[in-house]
């Protein structure tokens, strides 16, 4: 599976931004969907995740309230709008694909998927 997050940039602190990540594969709605980040000299973290329906959703309680995780199986397509952007949400923001049905996969408990594919991030820088 190929992955290709864009929507990154610079943005101030209070402000919004929407994170897309478009699969190749024609049958994304059986994989549930997750993103990471991972800011400067920090591991990479999770941020939340999404089932293959869309129907059941996990955040990262630092983002929780902020960002919302969403995604459109008709275009095979994922985001992650941010709003209410903190300095300390700058980082490179990853996302997966996880072939595990949501109980069995890692992301739905907020875990790093090792078998899971990535895509190659996209940069949010939030200024203050």
């Known amino acids: 599976v190929q992955l290709q997050a864009s929507g990154g940039g610079p943005v101030q602190a209070g402000g919004s931004l929407r994170l897309s990540c478009a699969a190749s594969r024609r049958t994304f709605s059986h994989y549930v969907m997750g993103w990471f980040r991972q800011a400067p000299g920090k591991e990479r973290e999770f941020v939340a995740a999404i089932s293959g329906t869309g129907h059941i959703t996990k955040y990262a309680d630092s983002v929780k309230g902020r960002f919302t995780i969403s995604r459109d199986n008709t275009k095979n397509t994922g985001y992650l709008q941010m709003t209410s952007l903190k300095s300390e949400d700058t980082a490179v923001y990853y996302c997966?694909?996880?072939?595990?049905?949501?109980?069995?996969?890692?992301?739905?408990?907020?875990?790093?998927?090792?078998?899971?594919?990535w895509g190659q991030g996209t940069l949010v820088t939030v200024s203050s």
């Open positions: 997966a694909l996880d072939s595990s049905h949501w109980v069995r996969s890692p992301l739905s408990s907020g875990n790093y998927a090792p078998r899971a594919d």
